[in-house]
């Protein structure tokens, strides 16, 4: 079969949690990378953006936009997802929490300086007294491995994605959390998820000035 083919920038944004899954369930997939309004304004009038926004995700025959929506295909086409709704829904509510704290870093890059240090410090606040410590009592309370059902899942891929990314704004951030850490080192040391953090993977870098100008030029913003 076809590999999946991502349509994004060279950069994370909303699409790093797709490639995150990918990875982890060891599927390959090739990137096409916006770097000219052209090339967006193509896909546009080809009307391979329903609402004319990219991620863009060929798979499968089909063409999906809305990140949610290709994050939870993807989930339950590689079994990431909950083996029944009630543990599907659980999968959902912690993905889309740390999808929230993901999302305020992809947008901090596009803030002014002094904004963006600002909003930087706010995610790492959010993190320490919203996000972590609700991940750190399912854990404690849950007593398995994983965060549902004792299965890897989707969640865990996007809460490891989510410390990765907090952690590079602090080192320090999984101090008060120790649970967190184990997880950490459990879920890294996957062997899917390991070769995807080594150097030379597919997985994004943080954004820098350059993916903000491409980003704007690109968009118009
Ligand atoms: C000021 C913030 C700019 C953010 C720009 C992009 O960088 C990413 O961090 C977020 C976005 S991604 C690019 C943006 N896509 C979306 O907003 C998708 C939203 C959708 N709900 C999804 O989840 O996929 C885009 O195509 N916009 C064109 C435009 O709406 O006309």
Redo the contacts with the bound molecule.
């Keep these: 079969a076809a590999k999946p083919k991502l349509w994004?920038?060279h950069g994370?944004?909303?699409m790093e949690s797709i490639r995150w899954l990918l990875a982890a369930a060891g599927v390959e997939f090739e990137e096409e990378f916006l770097e000219t309004r052209e090339q967006y304004e193509k896909l546009q009038k080809d009307g391979r953006?329903l609402?004319?926004?990219?991620?863009l995700v060929e798979i499968d025959g089909m063409e999906l936009?809305?990140?949610?929506a290709i994050l939870s295909y993807l989930a339950a086409k590689y079994n990431l997802h909950g083996k029944d709704p009630k543990e599907t829904v659980r999968i959902d509510m912690y993905a889309d929490g740390t999808l929230d704290l993901m999302?305020m870093v992809?947008?901090a890059?596009?803030k002014p300086l002094e904004e963006k240090e600002e909003s930087l410090a706010l995610v790492v606040k959010k993190a320490k007294t919203r996000y972590f410590p609700v991940f750190e009592k399912i854990l404690k309370d849950h007593g398995e491995d994983f965060l549902v059902g004792n299965k890897f899942s989707w969640a865990d891929i996007q809460l490891l994605e989510a410390i990765l990314m907090v952690e590079e704004l602090d080192a320090s951030v999984l101090c008060d959390f120790p649970l967190l850490k184990e997880f950490k080192t459990r879920i890294s040391n996957i062997p899917t998820i390991k070769k995807f953090l080594q150097p030379g993977s597919q997985r994004k870098p943080p954004?820098d000035n350059h993916y903000v100008e491409v980003?704007r030029n690109v968009?118009q913003?």
């Design positions: 994004y920038f994370r944004g909303r953006l609402f004319g926004q990219v991620p936009t809305q990140t949610r999302l992809a947008l890059a596009f954004p980003v968009l913003l």
